[in-house]
């Protein structure tokens, strides 16, 4: 442990923050922070949706919103000197808006205290409400991120509660909205899904407009009955080769490898794209 994941883990306690790289158990928590990069986590601790491959905890959150939260992140990325902020949450199915003005003010606050910086959202599938989408985009995020996860035949399995064909709705949307904003999205292997279903949902991903494709391997964060065996393990030639398919689709950035994650090699990824 270095000594600026050190710092982060200090900052982080201090202002009471949670970061999704721990909630999560993210492999890469070691590289990234000693980077100075992390990806804030609003909204608690607690997620109201029980997904198959998730480490955070599940349950019924409380309900009282923190509402010095995006101050405290902004505080924390002006502290930092982060120039590209990540900010995500778990889902709040329990909120009128599901969190989106949450978002929003995040997004707000950090512009204000760090100007010039970028910011990357992802966000829940918020059940589809229009407005709550609305509500994110219209603060303008630079990075608009919604994770579809897997493909759709695994959805019942992995992501009881969400649908396919809903988060790539929310992708379109968002791109229609706000067409120079970039949109990312995430997938997992080594759930049983087969190659030409890895295809297809490639397919559905750019066919609504997606700019940024991350694709990880699936690793199991317990053994215990609520967390998905993993079915098997992809080479890094595989992974290679799921990026070169994904970069023959038309997608302008991938990061393809089997510690990917979402935010992995973030602003890269949104520098790719606005220099295509």
Same mark, same amino acid.
Not at 134 to 163: I, K
Not at 181 to 186: A, D, R, S
């Given at each position: 442990?270095?000594?600026?994941?050190?710092?982060?883990?200090?900052?982080?306690?201090?202002?009471?923050?949670?970061?999704?790289?721990?909630?999560?158990?993210?492999?890469?928590?070691?590289?990234?922070?000693?980077?100075?990069?992390?990806?804030?986590?609003?909204?608690?601790?607690?997620?109201?949706?029980?997904?198959?491959?998730?480490?955070?905890?599940?349950?019924? %959150? +409380?309900?009282?919103?923190?509402?010095?939260?995006?101050?405290?992140?902004?505080?924390?990325?002006?502290?930092?000197?982060? +120039?590209?902020?990540?900010?995500?949450?778990?889902?709040?199915?329990?909120?009128?808006?599901?969190?989106?003005?949450?978002?929003?003010?995040?997004?707000?606050?950090?512009?204000?205290?760090? %100007?010039?910086?970028?910011?990357?959202?992802?966000?829940?599938?918020?059940?589809?409400?229009?407005?709550?989408?609305?509500?994110?985009?219209?603060?303008?995020?630079?990075?608009?991120?919604?994770?579809?996860?897997?493909?759709?035949?695994?959805?019942?399995?992995?992501?009881?509660?969400?649908?396919?064909?809903?988060?790539?709705?929310?992708?379109?949307?968002?791109?229609?909205?706000?067409?120079?904003?970039?949109?990312?999205?995430?997938?997992?292997?080594?759930?049983?899904?087969?190659?030409?279903?890895?295809?297809?949902?490639?397919?559905?991903?750019?066919?609504?407009?997606?700019?940024?494709?991350?694709?990880? +391997?699936?690793?199991?964060?317990?053994?215990?009955?609520?967390?998905?065996?993993?079915?098997?393990?992809?080479?890094?030639?595989?992974?290679?080769?799921?990026?070169?398919?994904?970069?023959?689709?038309?997608?302008?950035?991938?990061?393809?490898? %089997?510690?990917?994650?979402?935010?992995?090699?973030?602003?890269?990824?949104?520098?790719?794209?606005?220099?295509?």
């Amino acid at each position: 442990m270095g000594p600026n994941y050190l710092e982060m883990k200090r900052l982080m306690r201090g202002l009471s923050l949670h970061t999704v790289c721990e909630e999560a158990r993210c492999p890469n928590i070691f590289e990234c922070w000693e980077e100075r990069t992390g990806t804030f986590m609003v909204l608690g601790d607690v997620c109201t949706r029980r997904c198959g491959f998730c480490a955070v905890t599940f349950g019924r %959150p +409380q309900r009282r919103l923190d509402a010095d939260e995006p101050r405290r992140v902004a505080e924390a990325a002006r502290h930092l000197g982060l +120039q590209h902020i990540v900010i995500t949450s778990v889902a709040r199915d329990d909120l009128p808006d599901g969190g989106a003005g949450v978002f929003a003010r995040c997004i707000e606050a950090c512009r204000q205290a760090v %100007p010039g910086c970028t910011v990357e959202v992802l966000v829940p599938d918020f059940r589809g409400s229009p407005s709550a989408l609305r509500t994110v985009v219209d603060a303008r995020p630079d990075v608009f991120g919604h994770n579809v996860e897997t493909v759709p035949r695994l959805y019942r399995r992995v992501r009881p509660s969400a649908r396919y064909y809903r988060s790539l709705e929310m992708l379109a949307r968002a791109k229609e909205m706000a067409p120079d904003m970039v949109t990312k999205t995430g997938i997992m292997v080594g759930l049983g899904e087969t190659w030409d279903e890895l295809r297809q949902t490639m397919r559905d991903i750019r066919a609504v407009g997606v700019d940024v494709l991350t694709i990880g +391997q699936y690793l199991r964060p317990t053994y215990g009955e609520r967390h998905l065996p993993i079915a098997r393990y992809y080479t890094p030639d595989e992974f290679e080769a799921l990026r070169r398919e994904a970069l023959a689709l038309g997608f302008p950035a991938v990061e393809s490898g %089997p510690l990917v994650r979402s935010s992995y090699h973030a602003r890269r990824a949104v520098e790719t794209v606005r220099g295509a």
